[in-house]
Nanobody, 129 residues
Framework: VQLQAFGGGLVQAGGSLRLTCGVS????????MAWFRQAPGKEREFVTA????????IYADSVKGRFTISRDNARNTVYLQMNSLTPVDTAVYYC???????????????????????WGQGTQVTVSS
């Protein structure tokens, strides 16, 4: 499975960006998808995740109400709409995938980077003040 993230860039505080993650390699497989981010000198942190069904989502407290994750399974694509960006959101953003078999998936499974088997290359988001 290959993931390719793009859509990052430079934006002023208060602005918006939409990140896109394309998934290829196993068209019949089902994946829960997530976005993580890593700022310079910091650990990679969870941002948001979405189940294969496109309904169940979870967000980090720091982005709730500002970021929205969505997916188009027909296009094998996941999106991250980011609004009201602040300099604190500056980071490299990574999309990630793990198998979704349809049963319950706990918070730990969705939020932990160790649970994700596949990663994209990252896209830089820079928010200027």
């Amino acid at each position: 499975v290959q993931l390719q993230a793009f859509g990052g860039g430079l934006v002023q505080a208060g602005g918006s960006l939409r990140l896109t993650c394309g998934v290829s390699g196993h068209p019949s497989a089902r994946y829960a998808m997530a976005w993580f981010r890593q700022a310079p000198g910091k650990e990679r942190e969870f941002v948001t995740a979405i189940r294969w069904n496109g309904i169940n989502t979870i967000y980090a407290d720091s982005v709730k109400g500002r970021f929205t994750i969505s997916r188009d399974n027909a296009r094998n694509t996941v999106y991250l709409q980011m609004n009201s960006l602040t300099p604190v959101d500056t980071a490299v953003y990574y999309c990630a995938a793990q198998a979704d078999f349809g049963g319950p998936m706990g918070l730990t499974s969705l939020q932990s980077k160790d649970k994700y088997n596949f990663w994209g290359q990252g896209t830089q988001v820079t928010v200027s003040s």
